[in-house]
């Protein structure tokens, strides 16, 4: 069985998921060979779980790229 490593961020990351915006707390990687998980609050208090594929993370606006994001066209707005 490989390692895996859980890294709880210390300040939530602002990303956007199939589901709509949120903010990822725990990420969960488990090498090399299987997509990394990401724990995100949404709306409401929702705790999701999201393959690595499944969503896309914020750029910091004042990077000035503003939030940079391509979001999938099937995903909620």
Avoid: C
């Avoid at 609050?41 to 929702?46: C, E, M, Y």
């Avoid at 910091?60 to 979001?71: A, F, L, R, S, T």
């Amino acid at each position: 069985m490989g390692v895996h490593v859980i890294h709880q961020f210390p300040s939530p990351i602002a990303v956007h998921t199939p589901h709509g915006a949120g903010q990822a707390i725990l990420l969960i990687d488990y090498g090399l060979d299987v997509n990394s998980v990401w724990f995100v609050r949404l709306s409401g208090g929702h705790l999701k779980h999201y393959y690595s594929d499944d969503i896309r993370i914020y750029d910091n606006p004042m990077n000035g790229e503003g939030y940079d994001v391509d979001i999938p066209e099937d995903w909620k707005q």
